[in-house]
């Protein structure tokens, strides 16, 4: 039975939820789609079930280290607004930032935006050798790849591209990805995404630290970075899903 379907808009039992009122992240919203007893015609079929989890994991194992990019500009935001709120605040006659324990502040900081920098880069190299991404290293892809811009927009470039053709032949280079390379991937991914979006958290209550109480007013944006980083910990698996898919992809399948 085929799980990847494509619905068109207007079919029967097909409608539109409420969007949801986040937290955080309001610049991706999240809208529930309801599929009430619909039936799809095996023309809207594109994926079967074997292919279906593969892609799945590969798509997954791409994006989950874009998730951890995300996590690390979060970061990389908390820590400027943290040396900026330094730089300008004063203590004691003194600027914060001349102050030791503030400095360990914001060494710690400093420190977490190159741990999540490092995580999300890692995850993205696995990805590269033994992920979605390396498919782009086929021979199709190298080759579309040298072709200037305007002629892939064109007509024909795009009905070649969505023809059956080339998709059984990425389907078939998405099936060769062996068991290994794709748990390989998936384990980076999974440690990228929670490691880093944990660090987006470490330093949004290390900048809220170190503003106190005159930085949790809305003027400040100091609580935006404080949501965004929390929903960042639940988005895309929470990071307790992600826990467990490191120990399945990578450590269980090495430990006796």
Same mark, same amino acid.
């Given at each position: 039975?085929?799980?990847?379907?494509?619905?068109?808009?207007?079919?029967?039992?097909?409608?539109?939820?409420?969007?949801?009122?986040?937290?955080?992240?309001?610049?991706?919203?999240?809208?529930? $789609?309801?599929?009430?007893? $619909?039936?799809?015609?095996?023309?809207?079929?594109?994926?079967?079930?074997?292919?279906?989890?593969?892609?799945?994991? @590969?798509?997954?194992?791409?994006?989950?280290?874009? $998730?951890?990019?995300?996590?690390?500009?979060?970061?990389?935001?908390?820590?400027?607004?943290?040396?900026? =709120?330094?730089?300008?605040?004063? +203590?004691?006659?003194?600027?914060? $930032?001349?102050?030791?324990?503030? +400095?360990?502040?914001? @060494?710690?900081?400093?420190?977490?935006?190159?741990?999540?920098?490092?995580?999300?880069?890692?995850?993205?190299?696995?990805?590269?050798?033994?992920?979605?991404?390396?498919?782009? +290293?086929?021979?199709?892809?190298?080759?579309?790849?040298?072709?200037?811009? =305007?002629?892939?927009?064109?007509?024909?470039?795009?009905?070649?591209?969505?023809?059956?053709?080339?998709?059984?032949?990425?389907?078939?280079?998405?099936?060769?990805?062996?068991?290994?390379?794709?748990?390989?991937?998936?384990?980076?991914?999974?440690?990228?995404? =929670?490691?880093?979006?944990?660090?987006?958290?470490?330093?949004?209550?290390?900048?809220?630290?170190?503003?106190?109480?005159?930085?949790?007013?809305?003027?400040?944006?100091?609580?935006?970075?404080?949501?965004?980083?929390?929903?960042?910990?639940?988005?895309?698996?929470?990071?307790?899903?992600?826990?467990?898919?490191? =120990?399945?992809?990578?450590? @269980?399948?090495?430990?006796?």
């Amino acid at each position: 039975m085929g799980i990847g379907a494509m619905v068109p808009a207007g079919t029967r039992g097909l409608s539109i939820g409420k969007t949801e009122i986040k937290m955080g992240q309001k610049g991706c919203p999240a809208t529930e $789609v309801i599929l009430d007893d $619909v039936f799809v015609p095996d023309k809207y079929v594109v994926i079967d079930g074997l292919l279906a989890g593969k892609r799945l994991q @590969a798509v997954l194992g791409s994006s989950r280290a874009g $998730v951890a990019a995300i996590g690390t500009g979060v970061a990389r935001g908390a820590f400027e607004r943290a040396l900026k =709120w330094a730089q300008e605040g004063r +203590q004691g006659g003194r600027p914060l $930032v001349e102050h030791q324990s503030v +400095q360990f502040i914001l @060494a710690e900081m400093l420190r977490n935006v190159h741990l999540g920098r490092f995580c999300y880069l890692t995850s993205a190299l696995v990805d590269g050798k033994d992920g979605m991404l390396s498919l782009m +290293q086929s021979g199709p892809a190298r080759f579309s790849g040298m072709l200037p811009g =305007w002629m892939l927009r064109t007509p024909l470039s795009r009905a070649i591209t969505r023809s059956p053709l080339v998709t059984n032949y990425m389907n078939q280079q998405m099936l060769a990805i062996d068991t290994a390379r794709r748990q390989r991937c998936q384990a980076h991914s999974s440690m990228a995404k =929670w490691s880093a979006t944990d660090i987006a958290m470490k330093n949004a209550n290390l900048l809220m630290e170190l503003a106190g109480e005159f930085g949790f007013g809305q003027e400040q944006g100091l609580e935006k970075i404080y949501r965004d980083a929390k929903l960042l910990q639940i988005y895309e698996g929470t990071n307790q899903l992600n826990m467990i898919h490191t =120990w399945n992809n990578f450590i @269980a399948r090495t430990a006796d």
